[in-house]
């Protein structure tokens, strides 16, 4: 006979670090080392990973997302270390994740691709119907469930695209550029999204939108040529710079400073 499982048993479980990596080198292509020996710990909260274009942010999002696999180093997520890992579908059950770019059918309604991602992750049949519905209120797309795919503006087909990375309740969620096609309107609402998840889970936000992690991250990494430059609070990144530094505001020229020096500062909590 099997044994009874218990609630206790099916509960997702959370570690104090639910990213943790040591010495972690990532390739991007055959050659080029587009993360480079990076240490990093992070854990329940929302997180602004920041950095120039090139620095290898989308690399590491799809290293945390088990797109990528690490050419050196060690890399733990949720608790599970990448070392060795054949089956990834137990660790990719518990991780939402939204790329630059994604596919989905045309013809799908917003409801169905949602629905076909939930099935992807293994969510439980009986469980999908109720977590889709809630994934497209999160999102504000309740009142285009139904309509297809093909006939949303780049906004909303992102909004989608967010509503698929949170439909299984992920544990970790990694989004890249997320806030690309939305309006400002929408930005304010996503900002909100991002705190509410952030009470409970680990998010990583990739952007190049400094005033998003303002106002969205409790916790800033800064990444640049493959290297942690800077992580700590959004006020201790504001303080690093200066009126003689580039930027429209205290954490952009905090940016600006940073990323002209060359030791990695991490912020007092």
């Not at 180093?73 to 660790?91: F, H, I, K, P, Q």
């Not at 045309?106 to 969510?123: D, G, I, Q, S």
């Not at 936000?205 to 990444?223: G, I, M």
Request: net charge neutral.
């Amino acid at each position: 006979m099997t044994p009874a499982t218990s609630a206790a048993d099916t509960a997702p479980k959370t570690y104090a670090w639910e990213i943790r990596a040591s010495g972690l080198r990532v390739r991007a292509g055959r050659k080029k080392m587009a993360v480079d020996g990076l240490d990093l710990s992070l854990g329940t909260g929302t997180h602004g990973l920041l950095g120039p274009n090139g620095a290898g942010k989308t690399t590491l999002i799809r290293a945390l997302a088990t797109v990528l696999r690490p050419a050196e180093g060690e890399l733990e997520l949720c608790g599970t270390s990448m070392s060795g890992v054949g089956d990834l579908r137990a660790l990719r059950r518990r991780i939402g994740y939204l790329p630059q770019e994604f596919g989905y059918y045309k013809r799908f309604t917003v409801r169905e691709f949602v629905e076909y991602m939930a099935w992807l992750k293994e969510v439980p049949k009986a469980d999908i119907p109720a977590a889709v519905q809630r994934a497209v209120e999160r999102v504000g797309l309740a009142d285009r469930a139904d309509h297809r795919m093909k006939t949303l503006s780049g906004g909303m087909v992102r909004r989608a695209g967010i509503a698929q990375a949170i439909v299984n309740d992920p544990v970790l969620l990694l989004l890249d550029e997320p806030t690309a096609g939305l309006d400002p309107a929408q930005r304010l609402r996503f900002r909100e999204l991002l705190q509410e998840l952030g009470r409970d889970t680990c998010v990583v936000v990739s952007t190049h939108l400094v005033e998003d992690v303002a106002a969205a991250c409790s916790d800033v990494v800064l990444f640049a040529d493959g290297h942690l430059v800077f992580q700590g609070p959004p006020e201790v990144l504001a303080a690093a710079g200066g009126s003689e530094y580039p930027g429209d505001s205290p954490l952009e020229r905090g940016y600006s400073a940073l990323l002209q020096g060359s030791e990695p500062l991490r912020g007092t909590w």
